[in-house]
């Protein structure tokens, strides 16, 4: 974990006169955003002690430098001891504001403090989950980077009330309550940062299980051509785009990016001139332009009944988050049929998949076939770190999974300081996809099984296998990280394909 130099000025002036400590050397350089007084410079000269070095930022460059430069406050393993329970915790409910600023806090309560530190330290590794699991031994607490969850801290037992008690408070749900699931949410603000966090308690054994969802809402705002997708596979997704109706189906397990990409979809139809809709579970970004429903099973709002009601709203595009049952696939197909373009998620392990999973829920063949008009599988693999991976020369079991000559070199991950000693950094795209002609149309139609359907949707383009292969040569990903995430016998060629092949 690395430690960062805990700042000299204090952040609350930072951000309110807008100059930020760059480099704190025997002439200090300090940032100063364009429009701020430059009258704080002299009170900033006092607080150093020091000769000033100004250089100008943009609004947009000192939120993201303030971010850096405040957030790497490590986090500390405290004994339970030390911690004792904020008073009057009830009533912090109300003064907790909209979007409360992680970095601008003026209580020093141990509780508040870890918390704080906690996600501030997640959302400088890039975190998407954060765990807080208690046991009888003690408190874990483990951070899902690049999707491999890792242990951050472990703490005392006896402050796992005092933890859950107060993440309850800021989510805005029942302290007392301790028996039931609970969700909720967390509007923050880190820096110039805005984030939401997803809250979702559990009890258990030893305590209440709680699981933090870190949502970058920049994340929402991801082009379709920054996913990572090849010029065929966005060629294919683009066109499907532009049809007026039909349905879009993607597929993969759950955290592989499948909300992500239907997005990055929308972003590129939210064009003011059509009525987007959707209605998910739950909502994870707030997209300007595009009307957003959430599903409440408590009190009737499902899938089903939520998209019979958008689609009296008059839509030109609806996204239903995911297809469960029969009735809501027969709802979205009966929504292609009569003139909307229908984008969701099904959970399967291929593109062909997503054709006998609805048949399997009841949709009739032909309906399908004149309805579906692209499928997506997709998977997330760990980039190898540039700084640190190594080239090794494959041995004959590698040799046999990838394909390859026995002896032809491949890369590993090796681990240094830049990836935090896990041999990867920042994860890249897996996709395959299926675009629906007449010759697929007929095979749906006529009921053909998986096997008949690849071989002729995959005739020209790449499946995961083929992606997930070249990956591994190109040195992009490790044989390991490409064999986690997909099938065990997926990385290797079929046996018609040339051994020593790359795929584009």
Known sequence: MITLVNPTLPYGFAKRHGVILLDAGEIALIGLREGADPAALVETRRALGRPLRIERLSQADFDRRLSQVYAGDHLNAADGDDLDMPSGLGSLIDDIPAAADLLDTADDAPVIRLINGIIAEAVRAGASDIHLEPFEAALTVRMRVDGVLREALSLNPRITPLLVSRIKVMARLDIAEKRVPQDGRIPLAL??????????TLPSRAGERVVLRILDKDQAELKLDQLGMTGETLDAFRAALREPN????????????????????????????????????????????VGQTQVNTKVGMTFAAGLRAILRQDP??????????????GIAVQASLTGHLVLSTVHTNDAAGAVTRLRDMGVEPFLLASTLRLIVAQRLVRRLCPACRRSEP??????????????????RAHGCDRCRQTGYVGRVGLYEVIAVDDRIRRLIAAEADEEAINAVAFERMDTLARR??????????????AVRVTRRDAVALPDDAPAGEVAA
């Open 246 to 289: 039909g349905i879009i189906l993607v597929t993969g397990p759950t955290g592989s990016g499948k909300t992500t990409s239907l997005y990055a979809g929308l972003s590129l139809l939210n064009d003011s001139t059509r009525n987007i809709l959707t209605v998910e579970d739950p909502v994870e970004y707030a997209i300007d332009g």
């Open 468 to 481: 997930a292969r070249a990956f591994v040569l190109s040195g992009l990903t490790s044989v390991e990280e």
């Open 191 to 200: 820096g110039g940062k805005t984030l939401d966090v997803r809250v979702s």
């Open 316 to 329: 030109d595009v609806v996204m239903v988050g995911e297809i469960r049952d029969v009735e809501t696939a």
């Open 394 to 411: 494959a041995d004959a079991a590698t040799a046999r999974l990838i394909g390859v000559r026995t002896g032809q070199p491949v890369w």
